[in-house]
């Protein structure tokens, strides 16, 4: 009988509740594709000692070791691809086989398949099992139905926590955790990086070490040139205006971090924010990673369709897996619309929509997903009705007030003195503009008066601002489109009680 009902969900980690499965469903044979061989190998021998009442002796074999037994014992005969198989087929008693790299056996002799296919048929029922391990998925036709295949994703929290106690011995759990969730999405080698990298700059594991661990991170993470990690930090507080979104984000934070003890349909998964370029979408994706203080990781969608990571829909599902196994953490999808439109165009977007709406219903609770768009009349209706966001924003022009308080953000972070500057006075030449407008009117003030060698005064402002075109005047007609399109189909992210939806 498996001994399976005791109590391992709050221990186990996900590989080896992946692998333990393997082993309950009966079937003696599995292929797991994972770069990670020494992690199959350690939840093989956490599982021998569990699985059954009594413990099964495991054996590693390749093709450079042989084959071992449990004290290094090198078995002669077994060396082959051919002799293992063999021993494995004469061996009486029940155990674990682990074989790494079979695939190159099994791509170069149609002996081995034929074998393998008598050990299928040899081990069936007998507690022997075969798994084979290798970094690529290969397994001829003639072997893929007796083969259970599993992928092995990166290690979760539970699993990097025991890595990191095991490395380096000391350190509290609340420390072992919140670093084990910072490394989530890397391997285990590359944590040893991070690790070696914090140990270096810190001499002891604290929280000191994580800013040096997320560095490292977002080194390795780049690399893929698809998801990139965002590092400039947004408090809320540097938000002007934008107070219904604001209080949505504050709601839905505390949702957010109680999600495991939450029923699915109330966690939050993601929001979609759109509106008018330079009114701060992209700042307050920024404030939705710190307010839930969590990483943020942005897709770059011109990358997965550029061909230089296979085909796009692949790029695309491989860059979700990724991020899940990356969670908690904020992703956002920039210019959403550029990549993703309608399921019945057909084709490669099509699928790849068909892919996200599915995918943003079943991915795991602790990826938060953010998405922006700007030409909201390529964005699919679909995305809006089905898209499975929580809340579709929609971002205006700001209000005269809401220019007052980014004016102020952006006077006071340039240490301008707001005492002697009459914001309601500039208000008169400011209608329109956007918050990108009221920055770059607040920067050419300060340039100003630095070059000249004072303060900065009102004058000077107003002298900026007189000059300056916005953009809602030479694109008058797009904005209200766009405003004419969102009223009906999104919330204002003004202010609760705004008009709009
Ligand atoms: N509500 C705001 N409060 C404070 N600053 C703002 C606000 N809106 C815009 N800004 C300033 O303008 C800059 C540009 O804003 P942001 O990048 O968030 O706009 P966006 O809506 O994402 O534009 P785009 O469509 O061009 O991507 C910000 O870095 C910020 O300095
Ligand atoms: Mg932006």
């Avoid at 499965?21 to 992690?39: D, H, K, N």
């Avoid at 061909?307 to 990356?326: I, T």
Wanted: aromatic letters at 8%; charged letters at 25%.
């Amino acid at each position: 009988m498996l001994a399976t009902t005791r109590n391992t969900e709050i221990s186990e980690s996900r590989a080896v509740r992946a692998i333990r499965e393997v082993f309950e469903s009966g079937r003696p044979l599995a292929y797991i594709r994972s770069s990670e061989e020494q992690r199959v190998g350690r939840a093989l021998g956490e599982l021998a000692g569990q699985l059954f009442d009594s413990s099964l002796p495991v054996w590693t074999w390749s093709l450079t070791e042989g084959l071992r037994g449990e004290a290094e014992t090198l078995q002669p005969g077994a060396g082959t691809p051919r002799g293992v198989l063999d021993f494995i087929a004469a061996y009486p008693g029940p155990a674990i086989f682990h074989l790494k790299d079979f695939h190159e056996p099994l791509r170069e002799s149609a002996e081995i398949r034929r074998r393998l296919r008598d050990i299928y048929e040899n081990c069936s029922g007998r507690r022997k099992f075969v798994i084979m391990t290798s970094p690529v998925r290969f397994l001829p036709p003639e072997v893929e139905r007796s083969v259970m295949f599993l992928e092995l994703r990166p290690p979760d929290v539970i699993e990097m926590a025991a890595f990191l106690r095991d490395e380096t011995g000391g350190a509290s759990e609340e420390v072992l955790r919140q670093l084990a969730s910072a490394l989530q999405g890397l391997t285990l080698d590359e944590a040893r990086y991070a690790l070696r990298r914090a140990l270096r700059a810190n001499r002891e594991l604290g929280p000191a070490c994580l800013p040096a661990v997320l560095e490292e991170k977002r080194f390795l993470i780049n690399r893929s040139g698809v998801i990139e990690y965002v590092s400039d930090p947004v408090g809320i507080g540097e938000i002007g205006g934008l107070d219904g979104l604001k209080k949505w984000l504050l709601e839905r934070r505390k949702l957010f971090q109680a999600r495991e003890a939450l029923a699915a349909d109330i966690v939050p998964k993601g929001v979609l924010v759109m509106g008018i370029p330079g009114c701060g979408k992209s700042l307050c994706v920024k404030a939705i990673a710190s307010c839930f203080e969590l990483p943020l990781y942005s897709v770059n969608m011109t990358e997965i369709f550029s061909g230089r990571h296979g085909k796009p829909e692949g790029a695309f599902v491989e860059a979700c897996r990724m991020m899940e196994d990356m969670a908690p953490a904020v992703l956002w999808f920039d210019e959403i619309e550029m990549g993703i439109t309608s399921a019945e165009s057909g084709g490669e977007q099509g699928r790849i929509f068909a892919f996200f709406l599915t995918w943003m219903q079943e991915k795991t609770r602790g990826l938060f997903v953010a998405a922006t768009a700007n030409r909201i009349d390529l964005l699919p209706a679909e995305m809006i009705r089905k898209g499975r966001f929580d809340e579709v924003f929609f971002v205006d022009l700001p209000q005269p007030e809401e220019q007052v308080e980014i004016f102020k953000i952006h006077l006071a972070r340039r240490g301008v003195d707001l005492a002697g500057i009459d914001l309601r006075q500039l208000m008169q030449f400011t209608a329109g503009w956007t918050g990108a407008e009221i920055e770059q009117c607040v920067v050419s003030a300060v340039t100003k008066a630095h070059l000249a060698g004072r303060p900065v005064t009102q004058d000077e402002l107003i002298g900026v601002a007189a000059k300056l075109v916005p953009l809602s005047r030479t694109m008058r007609e797009q904005i209200s489109h766009i405003r004419a399109w969102a009223f009906e189909r999104a919330m204002r992210a003004s202010s609760p009680s705004g008009p709009g939806r």
